[in-house]
């Protein structure tokens, strides 16, 4: 099936945002010093699924991948990196709770798991200060979004990706 018929399912999807998202970089930021400095018993995890509907075939160029930043049992949130138009390459930004994301975490913690989520980086421990610090580096350069940028890195740009892979870090 052609790419085209999968971008009106997932605008719709994207058209339909909770109350809590956060696309303005600056209150992101805030947001994610807040967690710096309140929290001490949150755990980030990295996640990868299908990217425009479950009906696309998970290959590594049809792969969306997020952050969820778990501060309870019953708090979490998702965090990703986001092109501002459908195109290869536009501006980029930083999206919390982007509703695709949550929606397919939580079908797949419920045993649904049509997005072929995947928890990236088992074998690791994410070292969680300073993956948020990176985070907020990150938001601070304005990096521009470029699709193929795990394949092809292009200076100062992600997707969503590379972003995950550029800001992690792990405890050694």
């Excluded at 400095?37 to 949150?42: H, L, M, P």
């Excluded at 930004?93 to 982007?98: E, P, S, V, Y």
């Excluded at 350069?141 to 292009?154: E, M, P, Q, T, W």
Aim: overall charge negative; aromatic content about 16%.
């Amino acid at each position: 099936m052609p790419l085209y018929m999968y971008i009106e399912p997932i605008q719709e999807i994207q058209s339909n945002q909770d109350d809590n998202k956060i696309e303005n970089q600056s209150e992101l930021i805030a947001f994610i010093e807040n967690i710096i400095d309140s929290r001490e018993n949150i755990f980030i995890e990295a996640f990868g699924r299908k990217t425009f509907s479950p009906l696309v075939i998970h290959t590594k160029l049809l792969t969306h991948s997020f952050y969820l930043l778990n501060l309870s049992d019953e708090e979490y949130y998702t965090l990703s990196f986001s092109g501002a138009s459908f195109s290869p390459y536009s501006d980029g930004f930083w999206i919390l709770n982007k509703e695709v994301d949550l929606s397919s975490y939580k079908l797949f913690i419920e045993g649904n798991n049509i997005w072929d989520v995947r928890k990236l980086f088992n074998e690791k421990f994410v070292d969680v200060q300073q993956t948020l610090k990176n985070i907020i580096y990150a938001i601070e350069v304005s990096a521009s979004y470029y699709y193929l940028d795990h394949f092809i890195k292009k200076p100062n740009s992600f997707n969503c990706n590379s972003a995950i892979t550029e800001t992690i870090a792990f405890v050694h």
